[in-house]
């Protein structure tokens, strides 16, 4: 299933993902799973790698009764300078990611409770940072949540605007006291989760 994935997802080696091997997808399977994610939201990602991992985690705690159904929701408005995928294309035989064709700015509202989210849409640091601040705020209350942001290693190549994804998960987690890793696999992914007090 994870090879299947790998090669019919465009992009996905810039998420440290190729031939077998996983990459950054094991955390895009893993926190999913080992949270028990009943929500999870993606903002942009290379053709659907991200939410079809998070639909499997999904798919796996539901088969060992850990969850009810599963609910991920992948919202992009297929457009910007790094491609036009077609994701009806890309996610076909993955009916369950529920598609949302349209600016992450204009649907945050819709969402509420989110246990796992992934920012991969507009990459510059205004909208990275807006992305952080809506949806952040959309988090579920219990402190039991994960957000990941794609291309935190990725300069711009002089084609594209500047890539600001890294300054603005550094800026958005200290100035809401959250703990963030960056991991400098394919073109990086940082972590960001609550700060656990003791």
């Known amino acids: 299933m994870f090879d299947e994935i790998i090669k019919e997802s465009k992009w996905s080696e810039s998420h440290g993902a190729y031939n077998s091997y996983l990459g950054m997808g094991i955390f895009y399977y893993g926190i999913p799973y080992s949270i028990e994610a009943k929500n999870c939201v993606c903002l942009g990602s290379g053709a659907g790698f991200v939410p079809k991992l998070m639909l499997k985690a999904q798919q796996d705690l539901v088969k060992q009764y850990r969850i009810v159904h599963t609910n991920v929701s992948l919202i992009d408005a297929n457009v910007g300078p790094w491609g036009l995928p077609t994701y009806e294309g890309e996610i076909k035989g993955y009916e369950d990611i529920k598609l949302y064709q349209a600016m992450t700015d204009?649907?945050?509202?819709?969402?509420?409770?989110?246990?796992?989210?992934?920012?991969?849409?507009?990459?510059?640091?205004?909208?990275?940072?807006?992305?952080?601040?809506?949806?952040?705020?959309?988090?579920?209350?219990?402190?039991?949540?994960?957000?990941?942001?794609?291309?935190?290693?990725?300069?711009?190549?002089?084609?594209?605007?500047?890539?600001?994804?890294?300054k603005a998960a550094v800026d958005w987690s200290s100035e809401n006291n959250h703990d963030m890793v960056n991991f400098p696999v394919g073109c990086g992914t940082a972590l960001i989760m609550p700060k656990v007090g003791f």
């Open 106 to 166: 204009d649907v945050y509202e819709r969402f509420s409770d989110i246990d796992y989210l992934h920012v991969d849409a507009d990459h510059s640091y205004d909208q990275v940072y807006r992305d952080l601040e809506h949806y952040g705020s959309r988090m579920n209350k219990h402190k039991k949540w994960a957000i990941t942001i794609h291309d935190t290693n990725n300069p711009s190549d002089g084609d594209h605007p500047p890539i600001g994804s890294y």
